[in-house]
């Protein structure tokens, strides 16, 4: 059995790679042709946290895994991340376990690049400015992801704590030819911002109505269970996408409170929810259809997204004989 680590994982990973297999993992979705139960977790409420299981088989890919994922948002982010994650692959013949890899990477890889994969689909072609919200893993992976996407020339970093919003921002400032700076409010990154990321565990909304520019694209994929990243106002207007009708109206842990909430208190229904991802790709449903229009990509994480990125870096792995090979009987 293949073991790879975090550092291996990063290293194997390609991020226009995964966006492309991504687009396929969507489609396949929507389509049927995977297997993905909604999300099941075990909590733990003396620290709000919780250990989710997220099983998955997506055939075009050949893969049959399942990620283990533990949210602890007390963690500092830095020297231990909030989200962290292990990957168990099996043979989709023999059931067979082949791999184990380090699934925090893969978590936070997939999340900016099927966010990416959104702004793809979504933002307009000449969006430049990009607001990012939060500072944690997700913001690094959604700059680096949408840059690749669009043309962005301009980053706006807000969070909760200032000096991290900095630290980030002087971090992208090496890795990026777009200008970034850090701002000191999600009002201000907000304020002409023609893509916004949303990448926090905030309780009250940071993406709001008033501080939105028309012809916006958002992408939330911040989860609290008791809280949300996206006003009503802003749900309400927008052309709203997810990645699966099925997972984002989901009881929790596995769906979005951005929309339960305004479903359960009667300012939309269920069909408010545009399109999937997948139905974007194929061209079942459409997209943006003008440039103002406000479009929101809402989401909760499926695991065909670790399985398109468990995928690559297996694949990646055997070429460049990478990895560690242990036998467990």
């Given at each position: 059995?293949?073991?790879?680590?975090?550092s291996?994982?990063?290293?194997?990973?390609?991020m226009?790679?995964?966006i492309?297999?991504?687009?396929?993992?969507?489609?396949?979705?929507s389509?049927g042709?995977?297997?993905?139960p909604?999300?099941?977790?075990a909590?733990?409420p003396?620290r709000?946290?919780?250990?989710a299981a997220?099983?998955g088989f997506?055939?075009?890919a050949?893969?049959?895994m399942?990620?283990?994922?533990s949210l602890?948002?007390?963690?500092?982010?830095?020297?231990?991340?909030t989200?962290?994650?292990?990957?168990?692959?099996?043979?989709?013949d023999t059931?067979?376990?082949i791999?184990?890899?380090?699934?925090?990477?893969?978590?936070?890889?997939?999340?900016?690049a099927?966010?990416?994969?959104s702004a793809r689909?979504?933002?307009?072609?000449?969006?430049?400015v990009?607001?990012?919200l939060?500072?944690g893993?997700q913001?690094?992976s959604h700059a680096?992801a949408?840059?690749r996407?669009?043309p962005i020339?301009q980053?706006?970093?807000a969070?909760?704590?200032?000096v991290?919003?900095v630290a980030l921002?002087?971090?992208?400032?090496?890795?990026?030819?777009a200008?970034?700076?850090?701002?000191?409010?999600?009002?201000?990154?907000?304020?002409?911002?023609d893509i916004?990321?949303?990448t926090?565990h905030?309780v009250?909304?940071v993406?709001?109505r008033?501080?939105?520019?028309?012809?916006v694209h958002?992408?939330?994929?911040g989860?609290?269970?008791?809280?949300r990243?996206v006003?009503?106002?802003?749900v309400a207007?927008?052309?709203?996408?997810?990645e699966?009708r099925q997972?984002?109206?989901?009881?929790?842990?596995?769906?979005?409170n951005?929309l339960l909430t305004?479903i359960?208190?009667?300012?939309?229904?269920?069909?408010?929810v545009?399109?999937?991802l997948?139905e974007?790709i194929?061209?079942?449903?459409?997209g943006?259809t003008?440039?103002?229009?406000?479009?929101?990509?809402?989401?909760?994480?499926v695991a065909?997204?670790?399985?398109?990125?468990?995928?690559?870096?297996?694949?990646?792995?055997r070429?460049?004989?990478?990895?560690?090979?242990i036998?467990?009987r």
């Open positions: 059995m293949l073991v790879l680590s975090r291996q994982v990063e290293s194997l990973l390609d226009d790679a995964l492309d297999a991504l687009a396929s993992a969507m489609a396949d979705l389509a042709r995977a297997s993905v909604d999300r099941v977790a909590q733990v003396a709000e946290g919780f250990l997220m099983p997506l055939p075009s050949k893969v049959l399942t990620k283990l994922v602890f948002p007390h963690n500092d982010g830095a020297r231990l991340p989200h962290q994650a292990l990957i168990v692959a099996f043979d989709p059931g067979e376990p791999a184990v890899l380090d699934g925090t990477a893969i978590t936070a890889a997939r999340t900016g099927c966010s990416a994969l689909l979504l933002a307009r072609e000449d969006a430049t990009l607001a990012v939060g500072t893993v913001a690094r680096r949408i840059c996407v669009r020339r980053i706006r970093v969070g909760r704590d200032s991290k919003a921002a002087e971090e992208l400032s090496g890795v990026l030819e200008e970034v700076r850090a701002v000191s409010g999600y009002a201000e990154a907000l304020e002409g911002a916004a990321a949303a926090t905030t009250e909304p993406i709001r008033p501080w939105l520019t028309p012809g958002i992408t939330s994929v989860y609290n269970p008791v809280g990243e006003d009503d106002a802003t207007e927008a052309l709203v996408c997810v699966s997972a984002v109206l989901a009881p929790p842990p596995a769906g979005s951005d305004p359960r208190d009667g300012l939309i229904t269920a069909d408010h545009h399109a999937e997948g974007l194929v061209g079942s449903k459409p943006r003008a440039p103002d229009q406000i479009t929101l990509y809402k989401s909760v994480g065909v997204q670790d399985a398109a990125a468990t995928a690559l870096v297996i694949m990646s792995a070429e460049q004989s990478i990895g560690e090979e036998t467990l």
